[in-house]
Nanobody, 123 residues
Framework: QVQLVESGGGLVQAGGSLRLSCAAS????????MGWFRQAPGKERDFIAA???????KHADSVKSRFTISRDITKNMVYLQMNSLKSDDTAVYYC?????????????????WGQGTQVTVSS
């Protein structure tokens, strides 16, 4: 069983930066693909970024060049560095784990989820 705990959310002005962290527990964590999703009020949960156990990454077009996913397998941590934040980035951000190991782009592909962390960008 994998448990995920996000942290690092908060209130930031437009143009600012935040780094989200996801702490994972579980013996097979280093084999999982890890993803970040976000969900704004009244909207669907959208894919943001994913990283495989081998370090391959995929970022959504909406955040490419602004957000970067990374992981530290030795610490069981996944990060999302968010730069040049916009008001449209306001949402609850979720960390997720997919045991199959390849890059998955939809929320239905992910088996384990964290509780989410709120990111609010003021304009």
């Amino acid at each position: 069983q994998v448990q995920l705990v996000e942290s690092g959310g908060g209130l930031v002005q437009a143009g600012g930066s935040l780094r989200l962290s996801c702490a994972a527990s579980g013996r097979m964590f280093n084999m999982y693909t890890m993803g970040w999703f976000r969900q704004a009020p009244g909207k669907e949960r959208d894919f943001i970024a994913a990283i495989t156990s081998g370090g391959s990454t995929k970022h959504a077009d909406s955040v490419k060049s602004r957000f970067t996913i990374s992981r530290d397998i030795t610490k069981n941590m996944v990060y999302l560095q968010m730069n040049s934040l916009k008001s449209d980035d306001t949402a609850v951000y979720y960390c997720a784990a997919d045991p199959r190991g390849w890059v998955a782009l939809t929320s239905a592909d992910y088996l384990h989820w964290g509780q989410g962390t709120q990111v609010t960008v003021s304009s």
